[in-house]
């Protein structure tokens, strides 16, 4: 049982956008056309300045900066909306022979985007009169708030009611920090084309492009103040051993010894303020990479054939690609940037290529079969539990595995105390990102139709439409994940299911009728 109390709202009622551009085109010769172009772009209070002095989290490090180096840092000054977004664009066409059927073409561009306003969200709440936050999280026999009863006899509809307490103005001991980082910056993409249209003869053409897109500023959310060893050379055990004043300490018990502390922990108390569970800070650090060689043919018309081929071949990687589209958590905090968060992003796939046709028939049938194969894309492998020790504001469950051995992951299925010792000691890292893949993807769907003439101006269209007409299971990415699990780590567990995407399961069939006039 958990109640939550406070003000949520987080509206910034004087967030605005400003874009001005110019762009013009210039026809150099008649086959050289040049098209060039800039834009500024301009955010206000997208990153949530005007609430940043009233955030607790920004008000307690401002408490506790002459204890914390790092305090003092993060509130030297205040994150502000980039100005600097000035995106160049260039492109141009030219036709190799001047006939119109050999043409290059190429282009540069950057593009700006805006700050998601889930990133500054917390923070803002944190502004409120009254502050939105967990007044208590009980469970088992924990005693229920004002009713003198545990959780496991309390009966809902006929105990009394938990006593809620009144909303707090200030954080509570153990609420989560945020803050937005003082040199947070506007994402921003930087993309090449250039691209090739060979069109052979009126009815066919060859294309052939080549698309590089990289993303920089990204965000990343930071716990400033993660669990970590008093003394990474002697680690006796997980739990917190810190002094009465929050300094960190090796207990002379040597079934406790030297265990973890959190580096905040005695500045909050030198100061006064509630102690902190977590200090979460939203960096601009993340960054991201695409590249992709599409080749594709067409063709209309060829002996009442109508066709369309595509192959790419692409490549999408970058730090901690979850497949979200913010709030990326590091396995490790301390090393967000480290080789081991990089790698393919979650709907990464190599190969790709799909196949269409419309086949138009005697007695008025039209048969369009099309087909989709893709390579198996990527997941990563985590451990059910943090292996790291690094409490709340990490990437959850983060696998340890030792160094060279990368598909050893239950090395240290049952003992956490070994797997912390061997990562701090050097000999032992994260297991790589997405370094696992799951089933390759084929799909092949059909389309059967009769058209019937019903005098001038009327048709009548019967239809009769399969989807995966192979009945061809595909799993995806979607495999059990946690090493700790054996009966489904490593095993399908799910069905694909791209963005905005509907995919049969299996052979599914409709039969439909349209009439025109």
Not at 278 to 286: K, M, T, Y
Not at 316 to 333: I, L, N
Request: proline share 7%; charged share 15%; aromatic share 12%.
């Amino acid at each position: 049982m958990s109640i939550v109390v406070g003000d949520p709202t987080f509206i910034i009622k004087d967030a605005k956008q400003m874009g001005l551009y110019f762009q013009d085109d210039w026809k150099f010769s008649p086959r050289l056309t040049v098209n060039l172009g800039l834009r500024w772009d301009k955010d206000f209070d997208f990153v949530g300045g005007s609430d940043i002095a009233n955030s607790r989290t920004f008000q307690e490090l401002q408490a506790i900066a002459p204890f914390s180096p790092l305090a003092a840092s993060l509130v030297a000054k205040k994150a502000t909306d980039y100005s600097k977004g000035f995106s160049p664009r260039l492109g141009f066409a030219y036709d190799l022979n001047g006939h119109g059927n050999h043409i290059l073409r190429a282009g540069f561009g950057m593009y700006y985007d805006n700050t998601f306003q889930n990133i500054p969200l917390f923070m803002e709440q944190q502004a409120n009169n009254t502050i939105f936050q967990t007044a208590f999280a009980i469970s088992g026999d924990d005693p229920v708030p004002g009713t003198g009863i545990l959780l496991s006899n309390w009966r809902f509809g006929v105990d009394p009611l938990p006593t809620i307490p009144a909303a707090s103005h200030a954080l509570t001991d153990g609420s989560t920090g945020r803050i937005m980082d003082p040199n947070y910056r506007t994402p921003v993409t930087e993309e090449f084309n250039a691209g090739y249209t060979w069109a052979i003869n009126p009815k066919s053409v060859f294309e052939a492009e080549y698309v590089h897109v990289l993303g920089l500023h990204e965000n990343k959310t930071i716990n400033l103040d993660p669990r970590i060893p008093v003394n990474t050379a002697k680690i006796d055990s997980t739990k917190v051993t810190e002094t009465a004043g929050g300094a960190p300490h090796c207990d002379p018990d040597p079934t406790k010894g030297c265990g973890f502390f959190f580096p905040l922990d005695q500045a909050f108390i030198s100061a006064g303020v509630p102690i902190l569970g977590s200090l979460r800070d939203e960096q601009s650090i993340g960054r991201s990479r695409y590249d992709g060689l599409n080749i594709s043919y067409r063709q209309r018309s060829f002996h009442k054939v109508d066709l369309m081929t595509n192959y790419t071949l692409s490549r999408s990687v970058g730090y901690g690609q979850d497949g979200g589209s913010f709030r990326y958590y590091p396995r490790d905090p301390q090393h967000p940037l480290a080789a081991t968060e990089f790698g393919p992003a979650f709907n990464d796939e190599r190969h790709h290529l799909t196949v269409s046709a419309t086949g138009h028939l005697p007695y008025g049938l039209e048969f369009s079969p099309i087909m989709q194969a893709g390579s198996a894309r990527p997941y990563l492998v985590d451990a059910g539990t943090n292996q790291l020790n690094l409490g709340g504001g990490s990437s959850a469950s983060a696998q340890v595995v030792p160094n060279g051995q990368p598909d050893n992951v239950t090395a240290f299925t049952t003992n956490k105390l070994g797997a912390i010792q061997c990562y701090y000691a050097g000999n032992c890292q994260v297991v790589p990102y997405n370094s696992k893949r799951g089933n390759p993807y084929f799909n092949l769907d059909a389309r059967l139709a009769k058209n019937l003439k019903l005098g001038e101006g009327r048709n009548l269209q019967l239809i009769f439409q399969a989807f995966n007409l192979t009945n061809h299971a595909n799993y995806g990415n979607n495999f059990g994940t946690s090493s700790n699990d054996p009966k489904t780590f490593g095993k399908a567990v799910g069905f694909i299911n791209p963005t905005s995407t509907y995919l049969p399961r299996s052979f599914q069939g409709e039969f439909g009728a349209r009439f025109s006039f």
